[in-house]
């Protein structure tokens, strides 16, 4: 009997053999868990969220943190400033997970997620100070910003325990854009001291229970392959191949670390001079690079509006060339 697409994805997210080549993420269309940030209404152009960080609303993006309003000018003055949210008080768990497992379907539904506050422990901080000052502080003051990411990574610890124990999920997932396209944003020795230990305290409940973590960085993620795979991640996304050596990634850790993605949304593909028929080739290179061996979740699109003709004739097209070869490698 064939393998469902989740089972089929889960495969991939535990390190095993899939029956064909799945795609990068598969959540069933549905959201599990709490609602932790309240989203703007339509046509919103500004918000503010728990911790008090205003954004915009950028239409093809998403909201942005305005860059003149940061709520944290000093580090050693966090304590004064950044909060225990009251929503997290509020979270009614038993309640919340009875009514989301209503109708979850455990063929097609895969529950994952587990709550954060925010994009990131590096994210929040320069949400909270601005890149410049943010970066400042972990130069100036890391045992003042080591306090403040505990802080946060308690409350985090919080919900991903919370999770596990009320809907007892099959992945998990967290998200930190600790890079840029050419290089991490802190030193593999930073990173060590910073921001590992948060990554890994949060994730460490589902690493002992054995259940897959994903992890989203952005850009190029040069030296955190290992570190991933040290704290328990299975798979990382969006593995863009122009910042990164994904054929190197993948023949170094194999199935260790699934590459999820592996498709330069910015690139040939998005160029308009690029044919349908040269968009299809770019999916079959990428096909043909990572999937063999397994640990490869395909991942394609360009940037752009999702009602823009020109995006979606050819995600059509990127889509369609993915179904027409996904099969043709286990």
Request: contains cysteine; aromatic residues 12%; charged residues 25%.
């Amino acid at each position: 009997m064939p393998l469902t697409e989740k089972e089929n994805y889960l495969r991939m997210m535990r390190g095993e053999m899939p029956e064909w080549v799945p795609r990068m993420m598969m959540f069933g269309g549905k959201m599990f868990g709490p609602r932790l940030f309240t989203f703007p209404e339509p046509g919103a152009t500004e918000f503010t969220d728990v911790f008090g960080v205003d954004y915009i609303i950028e239409p093809n993006s998403g909201p942005i943190p305005r860059n003149d309003r940061f709520i944290l000018d000093d580090i050693r003055k966090w304590r004064d400033v950044i909060k225990r949210p009251a929503i997290l008080d509020e979270i009614d768990w038993e309640k919340i997970s009875k009514e989301d497992m209503a109708d979850y379907d455990p063929e097609n539904h895969i529950i994952s997620g587990g709550g954060s506050l925010g994009n990131g422990y590096f994210m929040n901080l320069t949400y909270w100070m601005g890149f410049t000052n943010g970066l400042c502080a972990i130069m100036e003051e890391p045992e003042e910003v080591k306090d403040l990411l505990n802080f946060l990574c308690d409350m985090n610890e919080e919900l991903s325990k919370n999770f596990l124990y009320y809907y007892k999920p099959e992945t998990f997932g967290i998200a930190d854009d600790i890079a840029h396209e050419r290089a991490m944003f802190v030193s593999e020795e930073v990173f060590i001291d910073v921001f590992k230990p948060m990554w890994g305290r949060q994730i460490a409940a589902y690493k002992d229970e054995g259940i897959p973590v994903s992890h989203h960085i952005c850009g190029n993620i040069d030296y955190l392959p290992e570190h991933l795979i040290e704290i328990g991640v299975t798979a990382w996304n969006p593995a863009q191949p122009t910042q990164n050596d994904l054929p190197g990634i993948k023949a170094k850790y194999g199935r260790k670390l699934a590459i999820c993605g592996g498709f330069e949304g910015n690139g040939p593909a998005s160029y308009p001079e690029t044919t349908e028929e040269g968009v299809r080739a770019i999916v079959k290179e990428v096909m043909d690079t990572l999937a063999p061996g397994g640990g490869f979740g395909f991942g394609g699109g360009i940037i752009g509006a999702r009602d823009d003709p020109f995006v979606t004739e050819r995600m059509a097209w990127i889509n369609d060339e993915y179904e027409n070869l996904k099969y043709n490698y286990y």
